[in-house]
């Protein structure tokens, strides 16, 4: 069973990073992205607004999500990140952290998560993992991430449960 | 006549934060945001992804815009901030600085320029601005800012005109 950890260490960056890359589902930006957001948060402390829940197994990373308010909002959040290590998928550890990762936005007061994901075939198996887990498709913007390759957005109200 | 000028100074960061609070349409945090991205990019240069376009009268900040390639896009940008000074409303400077926002987007390859704003009453007149410089309403999300006060996303695509 993993143990959580939502308290940042210093060497998560290098291993969110590596995590990341490991799934083959991201290009170098997203990549770059990922550990900038650890960066960021190991620098600044809370004010960077990232918060983090890690997954581990003896010690590795087997997992991990990222959200924050959404500056602006009063109580919409958004998931940045959620990784699940290919040697860990199909073991339910992604809706674990999705779960856990609700109840700490609404623990902060958070009444809506959102999450954002592409509408290429690669990512029809996330897609459908985010509308089992509740959340509904709130709108998709054609030829956004490139031509041919939409932004689909997804919410769900947590409050509403 | 203004005069328009995209690089940065030092001391648009105060500029800014003035500007911004002095049109009493942004809350403490919002205009806290507009003055960090101005001292993010003084900081970290292009790489803060934030862009710039000031509108001068003899030296005093008459109203600019802030806008950036969408992290993770090819070529969608959003528009973060376009504001005009209370005293230099109504004489056509806030369509000329979308539209030199637009040119210096498709100058950079952008095709899509995004725009969000509030379905509050108060942003009614900042709405029909948007319609009338060629954007359309791609989604509105109820109860995002605050319950009752929705975010409406416009886009316009740049490359179809």
Redesign the interface.
């Known amino acids: 069973m993993p143990e959580y950890r939502s308290q940042l260490r210093a060497s998560d960056a290098e291993a969110v990073e590596h995590l990341v890359a490991a799934t083959g589902f991201f290009n170098a930006?997203?990549v770059g992205?990922a550990r900038e957001l650890v960066d960021e948060t190991l620098h600044r402390g809370a004010a960077s607004g990232y918060q983090f829940l890690f997954a581990e197994n003896d010690g590795a990373l087997s997992g991990y999500s990222s959200f924050g308010r959404i500056?602006?909002?009063?109580?919409?959040w958004d998931l940045y990140w959620i990784v699940v290590h290919p040697a860990c998928q199909g073991q339910g550890l992604g809706r674990k952290l999705l779960q856990a990762s609700e109840q700490a936005v609404q623990c902060q007061g958070g009444d809506?998560l959102w999450i954002e994901t592409s509408s290429r075939p690669l990512y029809a198996p996330t897609r459908a993992f985010y509308l089992a887990c509740g959340y509904a498709l709130?709108?998709q913007?054609e030829?956004?991430?490139?031509?041919g390759d939409a932004k689909c957005?997804y919410?769900r109200r947590l409050a509403l449960d």
Chains 1, 2 share one sequence.
């Open positions: 930006e997203e992205i500056p602006g909002t009063q109580s919409n809506s709130a709108a913007f030829d956004f991430y490139a031509a957005m919410r």
